[in-house]
Every structure is written in structure tokens, then in C-alpha cells.
């Protein structure tokens, strides 16, 4: 199984970045999908889940109004659409694939993407 995260970058407070998450090796189809992050210095966050068929979804209150997760299951991947972004948000952000999509905590999550970097500039 291979989860590959990728569209981090450097952009400043106030603009957008879109991450994607491909995954591979498992029926992707029939996992929970979510976006943690690890700030540093800190401990890894839940970010944004979605249900098996994309027609759930939930995010952390830091983030809620201003990202957006969606999932592809023709494509076997997830995006993380994120504006308004504020230095606060710099973090490396993982996909996770898993049993869970509603807060759930990291154990419920089977396989692990490496990570992409997001930063924000003030």
C-alpha cells in the first residue's frame, strides 16, 4: 500500500494551496480518508476526513469554512483544498487512509502518506 501526498509549498497568508493524496495498493474504495498535519514542535491534528463515497465529511474548527476535502474514488485519490491560509497552517500535512472519518484518532488509520510540507508566509 502507498499513499503519495503532494502540492505543498511556500505561499503567503491569505492565498490558496491544493494538496492531493494518490493512493495505491489497497481498494480504495472502501477506506475513510483524512488529512492530519504536524506542526512543528507539536503534535500531529486531525485535519479533514471523508467518508467512503465522499458524501461525508468533517474538519477541525481551526480549519472549517476554509478548507475543503474531496475524494476521487475513479482515481484513488483525495485533495485538500485550502484558502485563506494563515501561518498557523504551516505544517506537514499527511494523508491517511483508515476506518474513520469523523474525528477519529490516529489508530483507527491503517496507512500513511510521507508528507508534504505546507508553509505560510506572513
Known amino acids: 500500500v502507498q499513499l503519495q501526498a503532494s502540492g505543498g509549498g511556500l505561499v503567503q497568508a491569505g492565498g490558496s494551496l491544493r494538496l492531493s493524496c494518490t493512493a495505491s495498493g489497497l481498494t480504495f474504495r472502501t477506506y475513510a480518508m483524512a488529512w492530519f498535519r504536524q506542526a512543528p514542535g507539536k503534535e500531529r491534528e486531525f485535519v479533514a476526513g471523508?467518508?467512503?463515497?465522499?458524501?461525508?465529511?468533517n474538519y477541525a474548527e481551526a480549519v472549517k469554512g476554509r478548507f475543503t476535502i474531496s475524494r476521487d474514488n475513479f482515481n484513488n485519490m483525495i485533495d485538500l483544498q485550502m484558502s485563506s491560509l494563515k501561518p498557523e497552517d504551516t505544517a506537514v500535512y499527511y494523508c491517511?487512509?483508515?476506518?474513520?472519518?469523523?474525528?477519529?484518532?490516529?489508530?483507527?488509520?491503517?496507512?500513511w502518506g510521507q508528507g508534504t510540507l505546507v508553509t505560510v508566509s506572513s
Open positions: 471523508i467518508n467512503w463515497t465522499g458524501g461525508g465529511t
Open positions: 491517511a487512509a483508515g476506518n474513520s472519518w469523523y474525528n477519529p484518532p490516529e489508530s483507527d488509520f491503517d496507512y
